[in-house]
């Protein structure tokens, strides 16, 4: 029994670009660079993983064969094929070991690969934890999955992840890389089925917030299997499996400064842009740059950076009202203009104690998202 369906192209394209997002033939195991599809009577599902994650997405399909059936193909040669693939419908059919996709005057044969070595991918819990606005979602993780470390970076396997904390009305996510911190709450619609808290690799949401921005779906529903292995996100056709850190995660409440005194109010926009010029010369090993407060006025923000092999730059920014006392501290600047680029609004505080102090940057007026970063000691 046969292979034998027919799909729009658009349809097809885009569900491999969904699933290829997750193949893993970088691990040394050649069967994870493989996309699965598997033929139902309407529908065609393409799954692929690369055992960190998986991702699972059903377009409609017209079955022409004689049944369910499902084969494995190389997921890059695939892709290629279906991002060049002209406008109308494919006809997809295994021959032999082959499979066979025509669209208009176009026919190209691929190898199969071997399905009975493909791992198995975990199946859609039956229990809902929760639904999410997908927007909601979607800036939830924008603001806080860069401030983790890649896998590639660090062994500290926590320092790699989001910590998502569900709780009775509301969605706390939160990302650190020893250095800085941001949390990000969202409030849930309904409460969710079971409270809990679950640290999923940050890579691996960055995989998911490029999905969501390609899907249609209002809202994402989650789902956890019963082991608490896998987090399961849902959105229309699409389902994106992440496996969850088994890590315990820092205490991050502690380092979240809550009494700071000195609050800088400025224009977003400015103190970024003020902060990208002022990079610029500053010493290439800590990126380091001094924000300063001076006496007598307290009514304006001096931004200076300098370097041996670079030179030196000074910007002076207007607060939108006077400091509470002066101050002079140092921060990497990368560091504070990645959060003001994750940051919508037209104002924010910049609230410092002293000079050695964690520093927390919030949106003015505050929208749930905080921003914490540890200084850099002056010599």
Same mark, same amino acid.
């Given at each position: 029994?046969?292979?034998?369906?027919?799909?729009?192209?658009?349809?097809?394209?885009?569900?491999?670009?969904?699933?290829?997002?997750?193949?893993?033939?970088?691990?040394?195991?050649?069967?994870?660079?493989?996309?699965k599809?598997?033929?139902?009577?309407?529908?065609?599902?393409?799954?692929?993983?690369?055992?960190?994650?998986?991702?699972?997405?059903?377009?409609?399909?017209?079955?022409?064969?004689?049944?369910?059936?499902?084969?494995?193909?190389?997921?890059? $040669?695939?892709?290629?094929?279906? !991002? %060049? @693939?002209?406008?109308?419908? &494919?006809?997809?059919?295994?021959? #032999?070991? =082959?499979?066979?996709?025509?669209?208009?005057?176009?026919?190209?044969?691929?190898?199969?690969?071997?399905?009975?070595?493909?791992?198995?991918?975990?199946?859609?819990?039956?229990?809902?934890?929760?639904?999410?606005?997908?927007?909601?979602?979607?800036?939830?993780?924008?603001?806080?999955?860069?401030?983790? $470390?890649?896998?590639?970076?660090? !062994? %500290? @396997?926590?320092?790699?992840? &989001?910590?998502?904390?569900?709780? #009775?009305? =509301?969605?706390?996510?939160?990302?650190?890389?020893?250095?800085?911190?941001?949390?990000?709450?969202?409030?849930?619609?309904?409460?969710?089925?079971e409270?809990?808290?679950?640290?999923v690799?940050?890579?691996?949401?960055?995989?998911?917030?490029?999905?969501?921005?390609?899907?249609?779906?209002e809202?994402?529903?989650?789902?956890?299997?019963?082991?608490?292995?896998?987090?399961?996100?849902?959105?229309?056709?699409?389902?994106?499996?992440?496996?969850?850190?088994?890590?315990?995660?820092?205490?991050?409440?502690?380092?979240?400064?809550?009494?700071?005194?000195?609050?800088?109010?400025?224009?977003?926009?400015a103190?970024?842009?003020?902060?990208?010029?002022?990079?610029?010369t500053?010493?290439?090993?800590?990126?380091?740059?001094?924000?300063?407060?001076?006496?007598?006025?307290?009514?304006a923000?001096?931004?200076?950076?300098q370097?041996?092999e670079?030179?030196?730059?000074?910007?002076?920014?207007?607060?939108?009202?006077?400091a509470?006392?002066?101050i002079?501290?140092?921060?990497?600047?990368?560091?504070?203009?990645?959060?003001?680029?994750?940051?919508?609004?037209?104002?924010?505080?910049?609230?410092?104690?002293?000079?050695?102090?964690?520093?927390?940057?919030?949106?003015?007026?505050?929208?749930?998202?905080?921003?914490?970063?540890?200084?850099?000691?002056?010599?």
């Amino acid at each position: 029994m046969e292979v034998e369906f027919s799909c729009p192209r658009e349809a097809l394209w885009f569900g491999v670009k969904t699933v290829g997002r997750a193949l893993g033939a970088g691990r040394g195991m050649p069967i994870l660079g493989g996309i699965k599809l598997e033929l139902t009577d309407d529908a065609l599902t393409l799954q692929a993983t690369d055992l960190e994650r998986a991702i699972i997405c059903t377009i409609p399909a017209e079955n022409r064969g004689d049944g369910p059936r499902a084969v494995l193909v190389n997921g890059e $040669l695939l892709t290629k094929v279906a !991002s %060049r @693939l002209p406008e109308g419908e &494919v006809l997809v059919r295994t021959v #032999e070991e =082959k499979v066979e996709l025509s669209c208009g005057g176009v026919k190209i044969d691929l190898l199969t690969m071997p399905l009975e070595d493909y791992p198995e991918i975990p199946k859609l819990p039956e229990l809902r934890s929760c639904a999410i606005p997908r927007e909601q979602l979607q800036q939830g993780l924008d603001q806080t999955t860069f401030a983790a $470390l890649s896998a590639r970076e660090t !062994s %500290r @396997l926590s320092l790699t992840g &989001v910590d998502m904390i569900l709780q #009775e009305d =509301k969605l706390r996510l939160v990302a650190t890389n020893g250095y800085r911190l941001a949390l990000k709450e969202e409030p849930l619609p309904t409460p969710p089925a079971e409270e809990g808290e679950y640290l999923v690799s940050s890579d691996s949401l960055k995989e998911l917030l490029g999905i969501l921005a390609q899907v249609e779906a209002e809202e994402v529903e989650l789902y956890l299997d019963e082991q608490k292995r896998n987090l399961f996100f849902k959105a229309g056709e699409v389902i994106f499996i992440a496996k969850l850190l088994q890590e315990e995660y820092p205490d991050f409440e502690r380092v979240i400064p809550r009494e700071n005194r000195i609050g800088l109010h400025l224009e977003r926009l400015a103190f970024l842009e003020a902060l990208q010029r002022v990079e610029i010369t500053a010493a290439e090993e800590s990126g380091a740059v001094i924000l300063e407060v001076r006496e007598p006025a307290l009514t304006a923000l001096a931004i200076s950076s300098q370097s041996a092999e670079k030179g030196e730059a000074e910007e002076v920014l207007r607060l939108l009202r006077p400091a509470e006392e002066p101050i002079k501290i140092s921060f990497k600047a990368e560091y504070l203009i990645e959060a003001l680029k994750k940051m919508d609004s037209a104002e924010v505080t910049f609230w410092l104690e002293d000079p050695e102090s964690a520093g927390l940057l919030e949106p003015s007026p505050p929208g749930g998202f905080i921003y914490v970063c540890m200084p850099i000691r002056m010599g």
